[in-house]
């Protein structure tokens, strides 16, 4: 058995230096750029946005810029009563849930639902509860005034 089937292989083209003559293969007056126009120049690096000099998005929509818009689309926040019975509160009210930093400090309002159970006496004040998450809080011993 011979060693030719061991040999590194040597047919390996090289790749077309495109732009550099008729002779590379892949040149002559165009060169792969189509004809005319921006992207056909030398040095054309037009970024992702550009709209070709119409105004931009960004400019033509001023106030939907930044990031942090979309933090808060609901300022309404429903807490379940198996949220409320991890905490450590009393009276449970908007301000005390914004300053623990148990709802974000944007929301307006809060509503409690019936989803869990309660097994602590809870004092609700100020707070939407609907009428299921009512009866569950009172039936624990807990109260709820508006």
């Not at 004809?35 to 992702?48: F, H, N």
């Not at 106030?63 to 689309?73: E, I, P, Q, T």
């Not at 009210?93 to 930093?101: A, F, G, M, Q, V």
């Not at 809060?110 to 609907?130: C, D, P």
């Amino acid at each position: 058995m011979s060693l030719l089937h061991q040999l590194t292989p040597t047919n390996t083209k090289a790749a077309k230096r495109i732009g550099r003559g008729f002779g590379s293969g892949k040149g002559g007056h165009t060169s792969t750029r189509g004809t005319k126009g921006q992207k056909a120049r030398v040095g054309s690096k037009i970024p992702l946005w550009f709209e070709g000099g119409q105004l931009p998005l960004t400019k033509r929509l001023p106030m939907l810029r930044g990031k942090s818009r979309f933090n808060v689309l609901k300022p309404i926040v429903e807490l379940t009563l198996a949220d409320l019975d991890r905490l450590t509160l009393e009276p449970i009210t908007l301000e005390s849930l914004k300053l623990n930093k148990i709802i974000d400090r944007r929301a307006q309002k809060v509503k409690i639902i019936a989803q869990g159970t309660v097994t602590k006496k809870l004092s609700v004040v100020g707070l939407a509860v609907s009428a299921q998450a009512r009866i569950a809080i009172e039936q624990a011993g807990g109260s709820v005034t508006e």
